[in-house]
């Protein structure tokens, strides 16, 4: 695998006449922490449920943890993969508890049925949803969560197999700024962890990149508009030519800003 966990090499997805990304390149090694940033419509998520085999490339090669899709099981390849996204809490059944839920993701399933899990499965639950601040939540049922503690607990969740990709896709949408807050913050700690899997986080607003992500890649009309190290990678020029309006971004402790300006 020579330290790639992801690789995209013209990728193609076109459903109903539509091209959602056109002809997507991307690399990810071990060790780099990657956001995903575009204007709505860009690709975004679809990108991500690519990496995360949910969706298969109309053209193109995708490799994921040195798997080709198409030519793997992806159903032994999933649990190696964390994944959390509005698409899979939608799909949780009513009734699931938040301890059910996070259990559940080592078979990279939703819904308990008849699976067994012994003690060590339990205690790694309990320590990731404490580790996540959601202790008083452990039986609560998911769909009875405020959005923050959702976030949190889907994250726990993607963390549950001990992920060798870790795949986030707006895990800030619907905070409020204390939650984004603590979000950034734990997001932060989870990438100067040097034992915490490659990870990719969509985001929309710059203010949400965590401090001690190494790369960027930015999409437009699901093409790649620059993708490499992240101060590379966020700067005006390319912000501006990704959301079609002159930005100005500014870096300050680690954090990233942008406004528009000459309007
Ligand atoms: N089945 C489909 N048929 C046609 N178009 C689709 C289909 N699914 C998604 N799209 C379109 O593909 C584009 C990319 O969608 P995607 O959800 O990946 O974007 P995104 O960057 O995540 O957007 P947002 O920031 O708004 O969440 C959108 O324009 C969407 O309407």
Request: charged share 25%; with cysteine.
């Amino acid at each position: 695998m020579s330290g790639e966990v992801l690789r995209l090499e013209g990728v193609v997805i076109r459903r109903e006449g539509a091209v959602l990304l056109d002809g997507v390149d991307w690399t990810v090694s071990e060790g780099e922490r990657w956001v995903v940033i575009g204007p709505n419509g860009a690709g975004k998520t679809t990108l991500l449920q690519v990496a995360a085999t949910t969706l298969y490339p109309t053209e193109g090669r995708v490799a994921v943890l040195g798997e080709t899709l198409g030519q793997t099981d992806v159903f032994e390849l999933r649990p190696r993969i964390g994944f959390a996204s509005a698409a899979v809490a939608e799909k949780v059944p009513s009734g699931e508890t938040v301890m059910d839920l996070v259990l559940t993701a080592s078979y990279a399933i939703l819904g308990r049925w008849q699976e067994e899990y012994d003690s060590t499965d339990v205690g790694r639950a309990v320590a990731l949803l404490e580790a996540l601040g959601c202790t008083e939540l452990v039986r609560r049922r998911f769909n009875t969560l405020s959005e923050g503690e959702r976030k949190r607990v889907q994250i726990a969740r993607a963390l549950m197999p001990d992920p060798e990709l870790l795949l986030l896709d707006e895990p800030a949408a619907g905070l409020d700024l204390g939650a984004r807050e603590e979000l950034v913050t734990r997001l932060a700690r989870l990438a100067a962890d040097p034992a915490a899997p490659a990870m990719a986080v969509v985001t929309h607003h710059l203010e949400e990149v965590p401090p001690g992500f190494t790369h960027a890649l930015l999409l437009r009309k699901g093409g790649v508009v620059a993708a490499g190290r992240i101060e590379e990678v966020l700067t005006g020029e390319n912000l501006g030519a990704c959301f079609g309006i002159p930005l100005q971004v500014e870096r300050f402790n680690d954090r990233w800003y942008a406004r528009s300006v000459g309007r």
